[in-house]
């Protein structure tokens, strides 16, 4: 992994809790759906919206948020909440076990559950997307150059320029979604499709100027790949176009300290004290596919060579396919994420 920590070690990554929280330029943005299951969870078993002391955009934000259940496939998300006097930890815990038999079960904080009448709400998200074909490893360091200008050498992924004719079912499995401007420009923006026939899930790379928000950012990327191609050949890959894409593996686990420590007003949970918000996500994107986990926890108490190459900042998205919004979308400022390249010792 090229992390494996707390958010509070990052300098340059933030999590937000949802797509149109603003974001800070210079640096990485990751939402994943999680949290946002988690408290729309709230919602449903108190049958209220949920308000908190003091003016909090965060809350308002959460609570105008559209439920994510139906953008995810239906074997993918787990979200439960209830009381501890009902039993929920008990039904969490069967329910993770049935459904998620491989992963290790959910550990809650003794300190929240000690509380009297405490309150949890749990959600797990799990995706995985195999290309039909594995990329090629580029033998190569990918310089990536960040929003500060300042570059990294990186490992990456992809169809490579000496690929060139050959490998005609790999050449197939990506699809541009769009593309605008000159390759050879630092202003050219294009949308991949990484494997264009793969189902339920979808991941898409785009090289694009970033958006005020993570929701403007995918708003662009689909109006643009609404509008008609510019001729038959402008979404297909081209015999000796290239395409490069960077490595990532991380897990990054963040506390929502916005909302930490503050009371509840809404009748059900009045005067209640939100004692933990904690989002846990790893990532990975290699030569052969997208894997993503991630637990949320809630305590109360062409032809002519065209080298598609992310070395700009980026976005990434996961999403069911055919669905209106996505599971995890990640912008990719700078390196800190990212795999460094590592030299051969041949």
């Not at 290790?104 to 309150?119: G, N, Q, R, T, V």
């Not at 643009?224 to 297909?236: E, F, H, K, Q, V």
Request: aromatic letters at 10%.
């Amino acid at each position: 992994m090229t992390f494996s920590s707390s958010s509070r070690d990052l300098a340059r990554t933030v999590l937000v809790p949802t797509l149109d929280t603003p974001v800070t330029e210079g640096k990485n943005v990751i939402w994943c759906a999680s949290f946002q299951a988690s408290w729309k969870k709230i919602q449903h078993a108190t049958g209220e919206v949920t308000s908190m002391e003091g003016s909090s955009l965060i809350v308002e934000r959460l609570n105008n948020s559209p439920d994510v259940n139906p953008e995810i496939p239906s074997n993918s998300l787990y979200a439960a909440a209830g009381w501890l006097e009902n039993d929920i930890i008990s039904q969490i815990t069967r329910d993770m076990k049935q459904r998620f038999p491989q992963q290790p079960l959910p550990k809650f904080e003794s300190a929240a559950l000690s509380a009297p009448k405490a309150f949890v709400s749990y959600s797990y998200l799990e995706a995985t997307l195999l290309f039909s074909h594995a990329y090629h490893e580029n033998p190569q360091p990918l310089t990536f150059i960040g929003s500060d200008g300042k570059s990294a050498e990186i490992s990456s992924f992809g169809i490579l320029q000496e690929d060139s004719d050959n490998y005609e079912k790999l050449r197939s499995q990506p699809r541009v979604i769009f593309r605008s401007g000159h390759g050879a420009e630092d202003d050219f923006e294009f949308a991949i499709d990484l494997c264009a026939d793969s189902s339920p899930n979808q991941i898409v790379v785009a090289r694009i100027s970033p958006g005020p928000t993570l929701a403007v950012s995918l708003a662009r990327v689909e109006e643009l790949g609404a509008r008609p191609p510019l001729d038959s050949y402008s979404r297909t890959f081209g015999i000796t176009d290239v395409l490069l894409v960077p490595d990532l593996y991380w897990f990054v686990s963040h506390q929502f300290s916005e909302i930490e420590g503050k009371s509840f007003t809404n009748t059900k949970l009045h005067g209640d004290v939100l004692v933990g918000a904690r989002q846990d996500i790893v990532f990975r994107l290699d030569r052969d596919g997208a894997m993503l986990k991630s637990h949320s926890s809630i305590f109360v108490a062409s032809s002519s060579l065209t080298a598609f190459a992310l070395d700009r900042p980026f976005l990434i998205y996961m999403k069911m396919r055919g669905a209106k919004s996505p599971y995890f979308v990640m912008w990719v400022d700078n390196p800190e994420l990212l795999r460094q390249w590592q030299r051969s010792s041949d």
